[in-house]
């Protein structure tokens, strides 16, 4: 067994969010009133990257409801109408909460789910809690896999396109419009850069499926229950694409577990570029954004993506018998100079998602869809 990593913040204590006295007190009635009741009491969720309230609120007759809201003028307010939308068109089979109702009240959306009594999986992953959440993902898979019109009219973009659009970092860093970031300089990743690149070049092709994939499957998108079922959670980031890469997405926590995760994975049968193309992308994706400056959606953001980018860009130095020694290699003796590249970051913002547009008029990739927080 691998020896275990653990993120310097557990999963279910990621979360910086108003408290219900922080909600506008009109809001505080209206939501009360849709209840049927007074909140007593109203338990904050601790896991996930965003502001915005969300917590279990507690009735008179018990825990009652599970509500998150946001102000019209904040993104999440969008992202929690989609999250309604979508999770009640999901076919029964899926393990996921249901919306009861949602209002606009007081300048607010709130959004009004079924109560999972559980928990967020901790890290290391015990192989119960793995288990039980690769088998609810399996079943939603199985569910999902010829999605309804309904859903599809939420209105669901494709993996290929997410990927060529928001995961092309290390194709970016190779062609010299960005610069390496410095979270990926005592990695394998300036030795490997060229390969890391065509890696992430020729996912997009094997990614592609029509099934409808959650999109942002990590573990604290995960509860367990009392009994033991695992839960899937924030329907926020749903798009077409071949299940497998959810499961890879899930795994790089297993990775960190000590575990065996590619053994885990061996049942879904994905291409094996395709898994070290899924390591790739996602590397490169959480190493820049971890290199962004803080964010304005958790203080905890940042490390997080650290943490999960070294651990998908381990996992895939391992797949490919890739040196640990190679690790902080220079990249200008292959011809890379990130150092110098580096120097650009002077002449723009340093924070990757304020970043105007560039000269020559291409945007960095996660610059072409704006979103209220970030997926993965």
């Known amino acids: 067994m691998r020896p275990i990593s653990l993120p310097d913040v557990a999963y279910g204590a990621t979360a910086v969010r108003p408290q219900w006295p922080d909600l506008p007190?009109?809001?505080?009635?209206?939501?009360?009133?849709?209840?049927?009741?007074p909140v007593l009491s109203a338990q904050s969720a601790g896991g996930g990257f965003t502001r915005a309230f969300a917590a279990v609120?507690?009735?008179p007759a018990g825990p009652s409801a599970f509500v998150k809201a946001a102000s019209l003028q904040d993104p999440n307010s969008r992202s929690y109408a989609r999250e309604a939308a979508l999770t009640s068109a999901l076919p029964p089979a899926v393990p996921a909460a249901r919306p009861r109702w949602t209002m606009v009240d007081s300048g607010y959306f709130a959004l009004c789910l079924d109560v999972i009594d559980g928990r967020v999986p901790s890290l290391p992953w015990s192989p119960s809690d793995l288990a039980a959440a690769l088998s609810a993902w399996s079943t939603a898979a199985a569910a999902l896999r010829e999605p309804t019109p309904v859903l599809l009219a939420v209105g669901v973009p494709t993996l290929p396109d997410i990927l060529r659009g928001e995961m092309s970092w290390w194709s970016a860093i190779e062609a010299g419009r960005e610069p390496l970031p410095r979270t990926a300089r005592d990695t394998v990743a300036p030795a490997r850069l060229h390969e890391l690149a065509a890696l992430e070049r020729g996912l997009p092709v094997l990614a592609t499926g029509t099934g409808l994939m959650h999109g942002d499957l990590r573990i604290d998108n995960v509860m367990i229950d009392r009994d033991g079922r695992a839960w899937l959670c924030d329907w926020t980031w749903p798009c077409l694409g071949a299940p497998w890469f959810d499961t890879v997405t899930l795994l790089v926590s297993a990775y960190?577990?000590?575990l065996d995760a590619d053994s885990y994975l061996a049942s879904w049968a994905p291409p094996d570029e395709g898994v070290d193309g899924a390591l790739a992308a996602l590397a490169g994706y959480w190493l820049v954004r971890a290199d962004g400056g803080p964010s304005s959606a958790s203080p905890h953001s940042?490390?997080?993506?650290?943490?999960?980018?070294?651990?998908?860009?381990?996992?895939?130095?391992e797949r490919r018998g890739w040196r640990a020694d190679e690790s902080g290699q220079r990249a200008d003796e292959r011809g890379q100079?990130?150092?110098?590249?580096?120097?650009?970051?002077?002449?723009?913002?340093?924070r990757p998602d304020e970043r105007g547009q560039r000269a020559d008029e291409r945007r960095r990739p996660d610059e072409r869809r704006r979103r209220p927080d970030e997926r993965f």
Do not use: V
């Open 256 to 258: 960190a577990s000590g």
């Open 337 to 350: 100079r990130p150092d110098e590249r580096s120097q650009r970051r002077d002449k723009r913002s340093q």
């Open 302 to 317: 940042r490390q997080h993506q650290r943490f999960s980018g070294e651990q998908a860009l381990a996992w895939l130095a």
């Open 57 to 59: 609120l507690t009735t």
């Open 25 to 37: 007190e009109s809001l505080r009635h209206a939501i009360s009133a849709r209840l049927g009741a």
